[in-house]
C-alpha cells in the first residue's frame, strides 16, 4: 500500500493547509484531534484502500499556516467547510477524532445536507460534570501520554516519533512544536472544550457513528452515550484495547468499524 500523497491547499480565506490524500472511491475527511497527525497514520493507509482520503492539517500544525485567521467554533468549523470546497469535493463523510470531532459535529450542524455521514471518535465538545475533562495544557509529555493511550510507554514514543526526550535538544524540540500545536488548539478547547454544541446538536441529521476507546482516560467513554443522547439515530461502538488515541492504538479495528458503518 503506497503511503499517502501531501499537497498543499489555499482556502478562500487565506488559510494555507497540508493534506495528505490517497486511495479513491467515495470521499472520507478526516479531521485530527489537538495532538495533530503523527509521524505515522496507518490507520489513514487502512482507509484509503477503500475510499478517496484526504487528512487536512490545521493550521498551526506541521506546514499549515494562517492560525491567526482562525480565532473560535464558528471560524474552526467554516474552515472545515473552506477545506472540502477547495478539495472540490460533495458531500463528503466526515471522521473526526478529538477535536476534530468536536469540529466536524459543528460543521454538520452549521450545514446538515453538505455531508453523508459522520463518524465522531472520541469526540471532545460536550461537558458532563460528573466526568469533568483533565487539563491538557497543564501537563508534561510522559503525563500526557498517560492520559491518551492504554500503553503509555509506547504512546509516548508514538508522539514524539521515537525522539528521545531526555535529550534536552529533542526536548525542546518537541516542546515547541507542542505549544505551536496547543496555541492553536486552545481557542476552543482552553480552559474547557464546551462552545455550546450541544445546543445546536438537534441541527444534525446525518447518520453518525460515535466511535470510543474503552479505556479513554482523557474523555471519559460516558461521554458516548451523551452523545448518543443528543443526536437523533446515532449508534455507539466502544473498542477494547484502546484509549484516547483510538485511531493510532487499534488502526486495523478502527477502519473495519469506520468501513462497516460508511459501507
Request: aromatic share 8%.
Amino acid at each position: 500500500m503506497a503511503a499517502l500523497k501531501s499537497q498543499t491547499i489555499e482556502t478562500k480565506k487565506g488559510t494555507r493547509c497540508r493534506v495528505l490524500e490517497g486511495g479513491s472511491g467515495a470521499p472520507v475527511v478526516f479531521f485530527h484531534g489537538a495532538g495533530g497527525l503523527l509521524a505515522d497514520n496507518p490507520f489513514l493507509d487502512g482507509l484509503a484502500r477503500r475510499y478517496h482520503v484526504f487528512a487536512p492539517e490545521w493550521p498551526g500544525y506541521g506546514e499549515s499556516a494562517g492560525d491567526e485567521l482562525l480565532e473560535d467554533m464558528l471560524d474552526f468549523a467554516l474552515h472545515g467547510w473552506d477545506l472540502v470546497d477547495a478539495l472540490g469535493l460533495r458531500q463528503p463523510h466526515l471522521v473526526g477524532h478529538s477535536m476534530g470531532g468536536m469540529i466536524a459535529a459543528e460543521m454538520a450542524c452549521l450545514a446538515p445536507r453538505d455531508l453523508a455521514r459522520l463518524v465522531l471518535v472520541g469526540a471532545a465538545g460536550l461537558w458532563l460534570e460528573e466526568h469533568p475533562i483533565p487539563d491538557i495544557f497543564a501537563m508534561l509529555p510522559q503525563e500526557i501520554a498517560e492520559v491518551l493511550f492504554v500503553d503509555p510507554a509506547r504512546g509516548a514514543a508514538l508522539l514524539t516519533g521515537g525522539a528521545d526526550l531526555s535529550d534536552i535538544e529533542a526536548l525542546k524540540d518537541f516542546y515547541v512544536v507542542t505549544q505551536r500545536r496547543l496555541a492553536m488548539a486552545g481557542k476552543i478547547l482552553f480552559p474547557i472544550p464546551n462552545r455550546r454544541l450541544s445546543r445546536r446538536l438537534y441541527r444534525l441529521t446525518a447518520e453518525t457513528l460515535v466511535l470510543w476507546g474503552a479505556s479513554d482516560r482523557l474523555i471519559a467513554p460516558a461521554y458516548a452515550a451523551q452523545w448518543k443522547a443528543l443526536i437523533p439515530g446515532a449508534r455507539v461502538q466502544t473498542i477494547d484495547g484502546a484509549g484516547h488515541m483510538l485511531p493510532w492504538e487499534q488502526p486495523e479495528a478502527f477502519v473495519e468499524a469506520v468501513t462497516r458503518f460508511l459501507a
